[in-house]
Each structure stands twice: as structure tokens, then as C-alpha cells.
């Protein structure tokens, strides 16, 4: 076996040796805080992966449960290309079997794969109360000022659907029996990735060193998922008609159409999303500061009210402004919204002509608030 000397600044030759890490909680801490221990450049030479982490001991309800958390997984990351990776921490001491570690993974991703849009995002939110750090400051720091935090959750929650997964087995031992399976998943699956990370550590007298490799990329592997599903395409317009004849009722179809429509007539434009799950339509106009989206058609059916979005982009950053746009809609018969950041309600209110008649009326009063003044005050109609 190989024997690895750290050759210091005073000219003198340290040994290093292997050293096992003391325990698993000590091995996921330094993984949490020091990410690039799954080297980005090893999973992708021309576009290096990017870690942000959502949670520790991320907590999955089973899948159609009856709620609480069933599962703890270790970490959940996001990439920068919004594909949730999901890593399990093992040491080389661990009893337990290969195909234990496995099924578990498997079970993580099974019941990751039922979350429904805006689970993920609530991790990193509660991550951020428990450690007192600013969400939008966190996102802005890994991501950059100039993207979109909403449609980054909109992919992140789009990929999940999809089951465009990343499962992540770290140890400080692969075994032969563990990197055959991983190789073979690998290979076999076209939309989730399967590797493992070995991260030996070292240590000699006052020094520690950590040696990352990345395993299970193969050739078949690769090739495998060139041939699968590919992401950062924006949708065109016919294939979200399409998905909207094949995946909604002919009155639902015609009732999103005819909003696509009456947006562009009212001047504004539609601009589609990403995910091939969840294929997304925007119906923009143009703000004081640029685009802002007030209704998304979310396929296979509910209309998602972005508040999250419109209160960081004038003129809706005035809380009282947008608390009567959301008052306006909450009055349409069928609209329901129960949440804060992303609600929704579904394509049945807009398949209905004199619901979506109503919908309109609230996007026209929306429509004139981008040029009104801040002290406009109207009243909930």
C-alpha cells in the first residue's frame, strides 16, 4: 500500500497514517461545513458541482403517511443547477450490511421523490432559524445576486418530481461489494446519479489531511445519462400545449390557454419553465424594476401565486398592496390560499368562465398597480 509523508516548511518529514474518524456525527459535521470534500470537479470536469446545504438530518415522512418523520437522512444539497443530493455518511466501522446502507438510501429517495413544491425550500428555512442566518442572504451568497430565488425553487421542486436525484454514499471505506452496486445503479438509472465519495483521513504528528475520490462514474454510466432527460432547457409553447391537452381536462386546457392569451392581449407575454415534471407557464408584464409574474400554470393542475417573488419587486414590496392582491384573489369563488410564500388553487376556478372572468378582473386591478402610486389605496373589490 502506498505511505503518504507531508513534507512541512521546517524541512521535515512527517508520516502520515490512516486514521479512522471517532465517530459518525464528527464525520457529517465536517462534511456539512466543508462540502468541497465531494470534489465538484470529480462528478463534473466542465462544469464543477457547487454544494449548498439545505438541511442536516433532513427528516422524510414516509410517502403517503399519515405525516411526521419516519426517515432522517444525513444532508440534503442542492447543486447549483437546482438537483437535490441526497448523502448518507457511513464509516468503514459501520456493522451494518451493504445492502442495508443501500435500501436505505433507496427508501430516502423513494419518499424524497413524494414531496410536494416548497418542502425542500422549508428545509433550508427552518436550517436558517435553528442557526439564526438570513435566507435570502444565504441563497444570494451561493447562487449570485443575479438569479431568481423563485425559479430556483420552482427547479429544485421540478427535478424532485422528475426523481432527477442525486444519491451520495460517503465513507472513509468504499468497499468492492458497495462500489459494484453503485456502479451497476448507476449505469442502469437515466435521471438519478448514484456515487460514492471516499474520504480517507490522515494524520501525523500536528497535521490532518483528507483525500477525496469519487466513485461510480463509469463510461456506461455516463453514457446513460446522456442519453436520459436533459435539464436547463426552457419548454417552447407547443410542448406546453401539449402537456396541457394530455394532462387536463379539455375545460382546464381551455381556461389556462385563454389566461396565456388574455395576458398577451393585455400587454404582457408568457415565458415557460424548465421542468419536464411540472411544466410551468409565466404570465408577465413588465414592472417598475423589470419582469414580475403574478400567476404561474403549474401542470398537471393548480395555478401557483408566487407572494414570495412579488414582495421583494416593486410596486408589491409594499405589504399593503400586496396583501389586497392576495385579498382580491382570495375573494374568487374556489380560491383558497392557505400559505404565505408559494399558495396555489386549481385549474378548476380558471375551467369555470365566470370564475376566470374573475381571475382576470384581479390581474387587470394587478396590471394597473404597476404604474399607480404608492399611495394608492383601493379597496378589495
Known sequence: MPRMHVLTENNELVPMVDSSFSNEDEF?????????LMPGELFDADNP???????REAGIALAGGEGGSRFSMDHLFVDQDAIPTLVEVKRASDTRSRREV???????AANLWAWGPGEAASCLEQRCIDEQLDV??????????????????????????????????????????????????????????VVAVEVRQLKGEGITTLVSDVIGLTAAAVAAKAKGPRSGRHLTAEEFATALDERCSPDEATGVQTLMQWCEESGGWVSYGTGSAYPACYLNWRGPTGAIWPLIAM???????????????????????????????QNVP????T???????PFAVVADAEQRAEVMGVLSWFVEQLTAQPTNTASPA
Request: glycine share 4%; aromatic share 10%; no cysteine.
Open 28 to 36: 457529517q459535521a465536517l462534511l456539512a461545513r466543508y462540502p468541497g
Open 49 to 55: 458541482r457547487r454544494w449548498f446545504l439545505l438541511t
Open 102 to 108: 443501500v435500501a436505505q438510501m433507496l427508501d430516502y
Open 136 to 193: 435570502a442572504a444565504e441563497l444570494e451568497a451561493f447562487l449570485g445576486p443575479e438569479t431568481d430565488h423563485h425559479r430556483f425553487w420552482e427547479q429544485v421542486d421540478a427535478n424532485i418530481a422528475a426523481g432527477r436525484l442525486r444519491l451520495v454514499f460517503v465513507a472513509d471505506r468504499i468497499s468492492r461489494e458497495l462500489r459494484q452496486i453503485i456502479e451497476f445503479l448507476n449505469s442502469q438509472l437515466t435521471r438519478a446519479e
Open 299 to 329: 401542470l398537471p393542475n393548480y395555478m401557483q401565486v408566487p407572494l414570495e417573488a412579488l414582495e421583494v419587486r416593486p410596486p408589491f414590496d409594499d405589504p399593503t398592496r400586496l396583501a389586497e392582491f392576495r385579498s382580491r384573489l
Open 334 to 337: 374556489g380560491v383558497l390560499l
Open 339 to 345: 400559505t404565505d410564500r408559494r399558495p396555489s388553487f
